[in-house]
């Protein structure tokens, strides 16, 4: 055996060194909070902010920073307001007494402003530059009188120029402020956002534009690091902007600044450029465009110089952690962080949505638990009604009796089975039999007392028992309803729960593959790509109906994904200059074509039968008949009442057997008299063809298979007969080619010169020549009405489907670049 690694660590290492690990990063988050909270919440990095803008001028002569950065705090701040002051005020007295005085009458005018119009003027946002236009003019006004003695024009004029600059700035700071002073987390920057905090950093480096450390200007090693760290967090775009932008205020600051203009700037461009290279790549923008700028350009510092100032800048980026640009980077729009953060956020969203769903599933199934309970504890009780009933009548009868003692006392079972084999007999058969009245009469000395007193309050067991079978149907149905409500909240929990990939590899895969085919595409969006559910969304320019979604996009997507790919909707431009949209998604394996053909009794116009063919959401195929009791328009109104219902519960993903019996329990709650439907209920799945057959009191359903017939069968008595039952399902595995023939109870039943119409209906389908599902409907209806002798005797519905596969128009186009992704 060779000698053990040296850096083998054994399972008792691992877990000290994974511990270990979990304390530092535990206590770096714990640091850093603590630094968020006393620069942010504390006001440390405002006090930072105010001493270095208290230090800002443009052109060596104006001050335009001061107030605006105060009252942004101000407003936004309030409680943290007075560390701006003292920051600002104490960086304007490192330049010159004078500054500081300025500093402290603007801020002073300003609130002298704000304290007399504040009960006058609502819009607190909208005044508070104007605000401090009056201020820093009346104080940049007042101080060139008070030193000069006079006024004069250019005076005036730097003074406006000074209050318009001003102005701008605080409308700036009002947006970049809250960014800095809050502990708010994942907050995405709008673009002005991300401006208007690139100004104001910009503006609080110009506070140490003359500051030099061994002749590197310290200005220009931090314009370039924050040029550098941004375009590594958010690449070229923001990076050229935060060039452009500090260079121009360094500019404005400095005029021998200005050539730094065009090095930050092509710096930032550089720099994001090479941000696929991490820091060194960007580093290496930067330097690219110190000698080029320093070379050419029209600085007047010596080019060692510049690069020792990149060099630092470069150490700086080195040494910033990973964190930060990260951080930086997840707040501002388009960048890869962003995107990750977002997705993040949604994902989350999305598992506590679907938590709340799987909470109200949850409640469902437990009130619909306590329904069904409470159901079982009316079974339970009924011997305790009985009980009540017969302490009823022995309080009406009995209680005087001089024998009492002796049959409740000395005979207590005998009389008691006797009074209740009384009782279940009127009950159920309204009459008593000989045996028990010479029963009765030899053991109770008041018998017909007692029987008439058993009748009387029958009455009233009955009307109770009555109500409380309604209570218990009406349980039943909400029963089943909160169950199925529960079961389509679970499965939309689980659908939240997926979480949509990400498939730009794949959208840029397809973009070039129809790009090298010569289709012209502006944008491809991909949902899914899982098998058998495909969804993609291509966006390309006016088409003029040419086609060829259909004849080139579909036949490639297919080669492609390997799975047939349909046109599932498309909308055209309507004008030269529009959009085209098309839906691309998995085609079904098989389609069902329908055929259906009815007649009313007596060649009426309205027939009781009804039917009905609809697609569900999930890949299935339903066909329905339903037969109201009797004929003509009330017959018709509750077979369309039935399917109307079984259409709105399928449609909204409840399972077959809880839509029928719901169907079942709101037909016998919904009124008193004798009305019934029949239900034929045929479901198939258009991926495997795998159907369902439901038969609630309809009539057999028939398989033609070639020469072969197959019947289907179930026995379940119509809707509304009773008020709970087990629905009996039957599968059956469908093939293609296949017809499925559904029929009423009109085709079979009725005068007929044959004993089994079974085998007689058997017979007529295999005799069918044509496969035509409409053609197959015709001819069996019209068969059926010449053995009748041309009669119609009742509601006659005929309704036939046949099983395809779905075939595509167009075939497949190889893709030579690309296969399919996995």
């Given at each position: 055996m060779g000698k053990t690694s040296s850096f083998y660590m054994n399972p008792m290492q691992e877990r000290s060194m994974v511990r270990y690990q979990g304390v530092m990063k535990e206590f770096v988050e714990s640091f850093v909070r603590k630094l968020e909270y006393v620069f942010i919440y504390r006001g440390l990095l405002l006090f930072l902010l105010g001493f270095m803008l208290g230090r800002a001028f443009i052109l060596s002569t104006l001050s335009p920073f001061s107030l605006p950065f105060f009252a942004a705090v101000y407003l936004i701040r309030k409680d943290r307001?007075?560390?701006?002051?003292?920051?600002?005020?104490?960086?304007?007295?490192?330049?010159?007494?004078?500054?500081?005085?300025?500093?402290?009458?603007?801020?002073?005018?300003?609130?002298?402003?704000?304290?007399?119009?504040?009960?006058?003027?609502?819009?607190?946002?909208?005044?508070?530059?104007?605000?401090?236009?009056?201020?820093?003019?009346?104080?940049?006004?007042?101080?060139?009188?008070?030193?000069?003695g006079d006024m004069s024009i250019y005076f005036l004029l730097l003074g406006g120029i000074e209050a318009v600059l001003s102005f701008v700035l605080t409308i700036i700071f009002l947006q970049s402020i809250p960014i800095l002073s809050t502990l708010k987390k994942h907050q995405s920057l709008r673009t002005e956002e991300l401006v208007c905090l690139i100004i104001l950093l910009a503006s609080v480096m110009t506070g140490i534009i003359d500051w030099k450390i061994m002749d590197l200007s310290m200005a220009n090693i931090f314009a370039r690091y924050f040029v550098i760290l941004f375009a590594f967090a958010a690449g070229a775009t923001v990076g050229s902007t935060v060039g452009v932008v500090t260079g121009l205020i360094f500019g404005l600051a400095n005029v021998e600044s200005l050539s730094e203009l065009s090095l930050?700037?092509?710096?930032?461009?550089?720099?994001?450029?090479?941000?696929?290279?991490?820091?060194?790549?960007?580093?290496?923008?930067?330097?690219i465009a110190t000698l080029l700028i320093g070379i050419y350009g029209t600085t007047e510092a010596p080019l060692t110089n510049n690069l020792l100032e990149s060099?630092?800048?470069?150490?700086?980026?080195?040494?910033?952690?990973?964190?930060?640009?990260?951080?930086?980077?997840?707040?501002?729009?388009?960048?890869?962080?962003?995107?990750?953060?977002?997705?993040?956020?949604?994902?989350?969203?999305?598992?506590?949505?679907?938590?709340?769903?799987?909470?109200?599933?949850?409640?469902?199934?437990?009130?619909?638990?306590?329904?069904?309970?409470?159901?079982?504890?009316?079974?339970?009780?009924?011997?305790?009604?009985?009980?009540?009933?017969?302490?009823?009548?022995?309080?009406?009868?009995?209680?005087?009796?001089?024998?009492?003692?002796?049959?409740?006392?000395?005979?207590?079972?005998?009389?008691?089975?006797?009074?209740?084999?009384?009782?279940?007999?009127?009950?159920?058969?309204?009459t008593l039999s000989n045996k028990t009245i010479k029963n009765w009469k030899d053991h109770c000395v008041r018998s017909k007392r007692v029987i008439d007193a058993i009748q009387e309050e029958l009455y009233f067991y009955q009307s109770n028992e009555k109500l409380k079978r309604q209570m218990k149907e009406s349980r039943k149905l909400v029963v089943d309803q909160l169950e199925g409500v529960s079961q389509v909240m679970e499965n939309f929990a689980k659908e939240i729960r997926r979480e949509q990939e990400n498939h730009e590899k794949q959208e840029e895969q397809l973009m070039n593959a129809l790009l090298a085919i010569g289709l012209d595409i502006d944008d491809i969006?991909?949902?899914?790509?899982?098998?058998?559910?495909?969804?993609?969304?291509?966006?390309?320019?006016?088409?003029?109906?040419?086609?060829?979604?259909?004849?080139?996009?579909?036949?490639?997507?297919?080669?492609?994904?390997?799975?047939?790919?349909?046109?599932?909707?498309?909308?055209?431009?309507?004008?030269?200059?529009?959009?085209?949209?098309?839906?691309?998604?998995?085609?079904?394996?098989?389609?069902?074509?329908?055929?259906?053909?009815?007649?009313?009794?007596?060649?009426?116009?309205?027939?009781?039968?009804?039917?009905?063919?609809?697609?569900?959401?999930?890949?299935?195929?339903?066909?329905?008949?339903?037969?109201?009791?009797?004929?003509?328009?009330?017959?018709?109104?509750?077979?369309?009442?039935?399917?109307?219902?079984l259409n709105k519960i399928l449609q909204s993903g409840i399972g077959e057997e809880i839509a029928i019996k719901s169907i079942n329990s709101i037909l016998s709650l919904r009124t008193t008299e004798e009305i019934y439907s029949t239900l034929d209920l045929a479901i198939i799945d258009l991926q495997d063809a795998q159907a369902k057959f439901i038969k609630v009191g309809s009539m057999p359903s028939f398989i033609k298979r070639g020469n072969k017939v197959i019947k289907i069968q179930a026995n379940n008595l119509p809707i509304g007969i009773l008020h709970d039952f087990e629905v009996e399902v039957v599968n059956v595995q469908l093939m293609a080619e296949d017809l499925l023939i559904m029929?009423?109870?009109?085709?079979?039943?009725?005068?007929?010169?044959?004993?089994?119409?079974?085998?007689?209906?058997?017979?007529?389908?295999?005799?069918?020549?044509?496969?035509?599902?409409?053609?197959?409907?015709?001819?069996?209806?019209?068969?059926?009405?010449?053995?009748?002798?041309?009669?119609?005797?009742?509601?006659?519905?005929?309704?036939?489907a046949k099983i395809k596969h779905n075939l595509p128009k167009w075939t497949s186009i190889p893709a030579q670049s690309i296969r399919k992704w996995a």
């Open positions: 307001a007075h560390f701006a002051m003292i920051g600002l005020i104490l960086g304007s007295l490192t330049i010159s007494l004078y500054n500081a005085l300025y500093t402290f009458l603007v801020i002073g005018l300003f609130l002298i402003f704000y304290r007399i119009l504040k009960g006058v003027i609502n819009n607190e946002i909208g005044i508070f530059p104007y605000y401090v236009f009056i201020s820093i003019f009346m104080g940049r006004t007042f101080l060139h009188i008070l030193e000069n930050l700037a092509f710096a930032g461009l550089l720099g994001g450029l090479l941000k696929e290279g991490k820091k060194l790549g960007v580093s290496l923008g930067l330097f060099s630092v800048a470069f150490l700086f980026l080195l040494l910033t952690p990973r964190t930060l640009s990260e951080r930086i980077a997840k707040n501002i729009p388009g960048t890869p962080e962003f995107t990750a953060e977002q997705q993040a956020y949604m994902k989350k969203i999305r598992d506590v949505t679907a938590q709340k769903v799987n909470q109200y599933s949850s409640i469902f199934r437990a009130i619909s638990a306590s329904f069904a309970k409470q159901n079982e504890q009316m079974e339970t009780e009924r011997e305790r009604e009985i009980d009540y009933f017969l302490s009823n009548v022995t309080e009406k009868t009995c209680q005087t009796c001089f024998k009492k003692e002796q049959c409740w006392v000395q005979q207590f079972n005998k009389t008691y089975d006797s009074m209740k084999q009384i009782m279940t007999e009127l009950n159920e058969q309204e969006e991909i949902y899914s790509l899982k098998s058998g559910e495909v969804d993609i969304d291509i966006r390309f320019p006016y088409c003029d109906g040419m086609g060829q979604c259909e004849k080139i996009i579909a036949p490639l997507l297919s080669d492609i994904l390997g799975e047939t790919i349909v046109v599932h909707r498309e909308t055209c431009a309507q004008f030269p200059q529009g959009t085209c949209l098309a839906t691309f998604r998995s085609s079904k394996a098989f389609v069902v074509e329908t055929g259906v053909v009815y007649a009313a009794k007596d060649g009426g116009f309205v027939s009781g039968d009804g039917y009905e063919m609809m697609e569900l959401d999930s890949a299935k195929f339903a066909l329905a008949i339903s037969d109201g009791m009797g004929n003509g328009e009330r017959a018709h109104r509750e077979s369309q009442e039935t399917l109307s219902l029929i009423s109870d009109g085709i079979l039943e009725g005068k007929k010169p044959v004993e089994n119409v079974d085998l007689w209906m058997k017979r007529k389908i295999s005799q069918i020549e044509t496969d035509d599902p409409q053609e197959v409907a015709d001819l069996l209806l019209e068969d059926c009405i010449r053995s009748r002798g041309g009669q119609i005797e009742d509601d006659m519905t005929v309704l036939v």
